[in-house]
């Protein structure tokens, strides 16, 4: 198992370029499985929940090659094994999306159900209770989603969702754009990696109107062409590594992001005294002084991303007071809390919320990565910790990352992976 290894306190410089989002890319890869024929998909990241949804697509039948730079190349077949089994999906909850996508293009589906994860339970009755409406029989048997749509293709339906889930919108609009008729979606999700998978499928042929917005109509389509398309790119890592900037006092630029995507998170770093400042192509970002304490609550786009909850949690760490942060989305998103205590950090958790007293410095220990984001505020908070910061785990990381060292090192990072 890798690990990385940070000796902190070099103030980063430099420029960095973003890689393409994880979270726009596996669905945009899922999508593929709605028509036959040779797909190219652009600015895909090499990452291991990558690689995992590739095998998931090999196992149904599919060529999955990647190509010069991210490029990946498909072809889908005309019949394909309608089935994500446990191996795969117990890896990553993600696979759920090529649910809606097979039942749409071959009126059945075999999904091993994902279960919980680190970050919380993560229930899918959403996207079970939408392509219900939409006319598939759904049955839960030996750990299997088991769904069929017995007059074989789905028809559009109205649905409100209880609560806005990403993938729940994601899986239900594959679902819709080869429904007979039209399907109106409410209380969608509004991240920008939905609004990207829409352009995709309209890319496609699909008819997709509010792709982004609470309010998605779809007209349904009776078949759809192969896709060409670039995926956005990653806000989580572009934030990760703006963070980076800030919290080492350093004078970074990120290129390639799209501060639009980011709104809520630059709102909170400037907050915390970053002095943000647009550039063509990107973002610079420049740490002075202390961090100052900041008050956030993550809450679904646009509000404030869970997934950058961990990482701004280091920043607050180090501020010049008492920060408080609420995590509203998952019920067990706190793990990198102990590790931080572990450097030095002074939080106390009650409920959903943290008290975050700042120190003026961390101190390096070794830590371990309990899940993605964890990861990535362990690995920031050991570029300031004093000394030696080790990081263990480093798989979870990996998910999500692009070789998140290869990044920072350029960057004058004294981070280092070492393989066991
Ligand atoms: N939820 C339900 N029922 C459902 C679906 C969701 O109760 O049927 C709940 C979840 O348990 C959670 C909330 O609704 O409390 C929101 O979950 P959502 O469905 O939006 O999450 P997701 O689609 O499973 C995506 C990202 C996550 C990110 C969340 C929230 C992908 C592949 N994953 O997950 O990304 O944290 O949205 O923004 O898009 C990460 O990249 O590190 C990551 C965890």
Redesign the pocket.
């Known amino acids: 198992m890798d690990k990385i290894i940070v000796e902190g306190g070099v103030p980063l410089r430099g420029t960095v370029a973003v890689s393409g989002a994880?979270?726009a890319a596996?669905p945009a890869l899922a999508a593929s499985l709605l028509a036959e024929g040779d797909h190219v998909l652009h600015n895909v990241p090499d990452l291991a929940d990558v690689r995992t949804l590739g095998r998931i697509l090999r196992h149904m039948g599919c060529v999955v090659e990647r190509g010069e730079g991210r490029t990946v190349h498909l072809r889908v077949p005309a019949a394909l094994n309608a089935e994500a089994p446990y191996d795969l999906v117990r890896t990553m909850?993600?696979s759920v999306?090529v649910l809606g996508p097979l039942l749409a293009r071959f009126g059945r589906a075999r999904v091993s159900l994902p279960g919980g994860c680190a970050?919380?339970?993560?229930?899918?009755?959403?996207?079970l209770k939408v392509l219900g409406a939409m006319g598939a029989e759904i049955t839960i048997e030996h750990g299997y989603v088991e769904a069929k749509v017995p007059r074989g293709r789905l028809r559009g339906a109205e649905f409100v969702f209880d609560?806005?889930?990403?993938?729940?919108t994601e899986n239900a609009l594959m679902a819709a754009v080869l429904a007979d008729g039209e399907t109106v979606l409410r209380n969608c999700?509004r991240?920008p990696?939905v609004a990207d998978l829409a352009a995709a499928l309209n890319g496609m042929g699909a008819r997709i109107e509010g792709g982004g917005r609470a309010e998605i109509r779809v007209h349904g389509v009776s078949s759809l062409r192969p896709m060409r398309h670039a995926v956005i790119s990653d806000r989580?890592e572009a934030g990760t590594l703006l963070v980076a900037g800030a919290l080492t006092r350093g004078d970074v630029v990120v290129q390639g992001c799209e501060p639009d995507h980011m709104a809520a998170l630059l709102e909170k770093l400037r907050e915390a005294g970053a002095v943000l400042e647009l550039v063509p192509g990107g973002l610079r970002v420049r740490g002075e002084g202390r961090p100052k304490p900041i008050s956030l609550r993550t809450a679904?786009h646009p509000g404030f991303?869970?997934?950058m909850q961990a990482q701004m949690m280091v920043l607050a760490a180090v501020a010049d007071g008492s920060s408080v942060i609420t995590e509203t989305?998952?019920?067990n998103r706190y793990m990198h809390v102990l590790e931080l205590r572990r450097l030095g950090a002074e939080i106390t958790v009650d409920g959903k919320t943290a008290l975050v007293k700042g120190v003026p410095r961390l101190s390096g220990a070794p830590v371990m990565a309990s899940d993605?984001?964890a990861s990535a505020a362990l690995v920031l908070a050991g570029l300031d910790a004093s000394g030696q910061t080790e990081v263990q785990r480093v798989y979870h990381l990996d998910r999500?990352y692009e070789r998140l060292e290869e990044k920072l090192a350029p960057l004058g990072a004294r981070i280092r992976r070492v393989s066991a």
């Open positions: 994880k979270n596996l909850r993600a999306v970050i919380g339970a993560r229930p899918i009755d959403q996207h609560l806005q889930t990403v993938t729940g999700a991240e990696e989580i679904p991303p869970t997934d989305i998952f019920e993605l984001r999500g």
